[in-house]
């Protein structure tokens, strides 16, 4: 249902480049179960912090602590959900999925950025990486926990995939509500629209570009996970590392870099194992042994994996960060492989970052070793805004 929040007329004032009508207008979501406005001093994370409109936790160890933030932006602020019967979101005490946040800054620039989270994260994950830069330079900003959260996301859906499937959907439909949303607030649709996102975020970027490139103008994809259905995917390297560790040789004949062998360790105990099984579980849950003997090109999950593919066929300018030593979601297992199917003749760019790896807080655990992304997503920000107004 469509809901509607009236708002009190003192904090409507004019901004460029587009002027609201006179007096309280009432602003809708379209498609919306619930939602909730509130007008906030400052929307960046320094200010949601501390009066409760966003959640540390989501966006905790994916920057580095050297990380520099801009703060001070009025505007805004609309957190709700869309209907969805999965429950696993439990922000607000709402234990309700399909849960988003949309950002109204009181200077608007005429641009929206819109984003998934990465991993299974909560709507507030992009806020410290993503929310607050892109705030600060007069956009507009709308979240979506992807429509299943947690660990347990594979309980989600009646098929196979069907999980990982409502993500794409769940972006679609926030990019479609926050449009209207901001044509309402500034009395024009937005100029620009941008899609960026990091890992599973990525995915959704490139997907989006893909498949309802005419809600954009173009994205950014950190990392992006990669699915196909044979070839390169996490189901098919990472039981290769798991069966292969500690062997140096046959974890880097996985697709891991030389180079990153001191981030394995960590990777082996917290991230390798978790994800293959989570993975496993939604898109072939009759398996039932090892996540290291797991043979993707035996077991053959491909009607699920095809609901979620890749094919590389953008139709709208693409920029994708990824570091070498990444070590989840290897560089030449995952972007080199997308980069190739995408080809010499879309709209495409391509950032290798010597020394980046999945996580910029593990730049704070090995001093000298490693890039942050983070800097050079937000230069791929920038480069992508100049490719767009040419």
Known sequence: MLVALTLVASLLTPVPP?????????????????????????????????????????????????????????????????????????????????????RLPARWNGGLVVSGTPGNREQYANDYTISDWVLAKGYAFAATDKGNVGVDFHLDGRRP???????NHRLTQLTVAARAVVR????????????????????????????RGWLYDGGVDWEGTLWRVKGDNLLDFLPEALKAYPDEE????????????????????????????????????????????????A???????????????????LITVHGTLDALLPISRSSDVYAA?????????????????HLDSLVDAHPG???????????????????VSR
Do not use: C
């Not at 100029?191 to 570009?209: H, K, P």
């Open 341 to 357: 199917m995408v080809g010499p003749h879309r709209p495409f760019r391509y950032h290798r970052v010597a020394g980046g790896t």
């Open 250 to 297: 046959g974890v880097r004949a996985a697709g891991f870099a030389a180079g990153s062998e001191f981030l394995w360790p960590f990777h082996r105990q917290y991230y390798w194992e978790l994800t293959q099984q989570l993975y496993q579980k939604e898109l072939d849950p009759s398996y039932a042994g090892a996540p290291a003997d797991y043979d993707y090109d």
């Open 18 to 102: 587009g002027t609201p009508p006179a007096g309280p207008p009432a602003l809708t979501v379209p498609g919306a179960e619930h939602a909730e406005v509130a007008a906030l001093d400052d929307l960046t994370t320094a200010g949601t912090a501390t009066t409760g409109h966003t959640d540390p936790a989501d966006w905790a160890g994916l920057h580095a602590s050297a990380t520099v933030n801009p703060t001070g932006v009025p505007g805004l602020q609309i957190d709700g959900y869309f209907p969805d019967t999965s429950t696993g979101n439990a922000t607000h005490g709402w234990n309700h999925d399909s849960q988003f946040v949309i």
């Open 369 to 387: 070793r490693l890039t942050p992304l983070l800097p050079v997503f937000r230069s791929a920000f920038e480069e992508l805004e100049g490719w």
């Open 299 to 317: 077991r053959r999950p491909y009607a699920a994996v095809a609901k979620i593919a890749l094919t590389g066929r953008i139709t709208k300018p």
């Open 161 to 167: 995939g069907d999980a990982v499937a409502e993500w």
């Open 184 to 211: 309402q607030r500034y009395g024009k649709p937005p100029a620009r629209t941008f899609a960026a996102g990091i890992s599973n975020g990525g995915y959704l970027v490139r997907w989006q570009l893909e498949n």
